[in-house]
């Protein structure tokens, strides 16, 4: 699966926030839990020890996620030369030939599990409304076939540029 490595700026400290909590809260928490239980004695038999062990080690794999991906990452901000056209960031609404209507925001991958209505940047929905205007027709391919899209609106959160 391709991967394109952008974000918006909310997405990119969202990230932040997380990777922050979790080296700097749930981790030491969880690493005293983990001494504590070591101390009782026997580790075999000690649930304590077993479950907050495993905890760190999960969260240690998030933190080396984490980290990796806010240094690969280039954030995307608003530009006014973006208005009228769909471009990453958009909220898009599209409508079909059957007058099903559907809303969404273009963002990157590791944005889309933030919000249901996230939608990759890699999609074949984004991949071609991608540099279309309102009142534009998309064709979307798709396994089940090709999808017939308008584009009813086009919407940017403004606030995100610097």
């Given at each position: 699966?391709m991967k ?11 990230l932040?926030?997380?990777l922050?909590?979790?080296w700097?809260e749930?981790?030491?928490e969880?690493?005293?839990k983990v001494?504590?239980?070591a101390?009782l ?8 020890y ?7 080690r999960?969260i240690d794999r998030?933190?080396?996620?984490l980290?990796?991906c806010?240094e690969?990452l280039k954030?995307?901000d608003?530009?006014p030369?973006q208005?009228g056209?769909v471009f990453f960031?958009?909220w ?7 007058e099903?209507v ?5 963002v990157g991958y ?6 249901p209505?996230y939608?990759?940047?890699d ?12 009142g534009d027709e ?5 396994p089940?076939g090709e999808g017939?899209?308008y ?6 959160e ?5």
């Amino acid at each position: 699966m391709m991967k394109t490595p952008l974000i918006t700026r909310t997405g990119f400290q969202k990230l932040k926030d997380e990777l922050n909590q979790l080296w700097y809260e749930e981790r030491p928490e969880v690493t005293r839990k983990v001494t504590w239980a070591a101390s009782l004695g026997d580790r075999s038999e000690n649930a304590d020890y077993q479950y907050n062990k495993k905890r760190l080690r999960e969260i240690d794999r998030r933190i080396r996620y984490l980290t990796r991906c806010i240094e690969n990452l280039k954030v995307v901000d608003y530009s006014p030369e973006q208005e009228g056209q769909v471009f990453f960031g958009a909220w898009v609404e599209v409508e079909n030939d059957d007058e099903e209507v559907r809303r969404f925001r273009i963002v990157g991958y590791d944005e889309i599990f933030m919000d249901p209505r996230y939608i990759s940047i890699d999609s074949p929905m984004a991949r071609a409304l991608l540099k279309k205007g309102i009142g534009d027709e998309a064709i979307v391919v798709t396994p089940k076939g090709e999808g017939y899209w308008y584009i009813n609106s086009i919407e940017y959160e403004k606030s995100e540029s610097i």
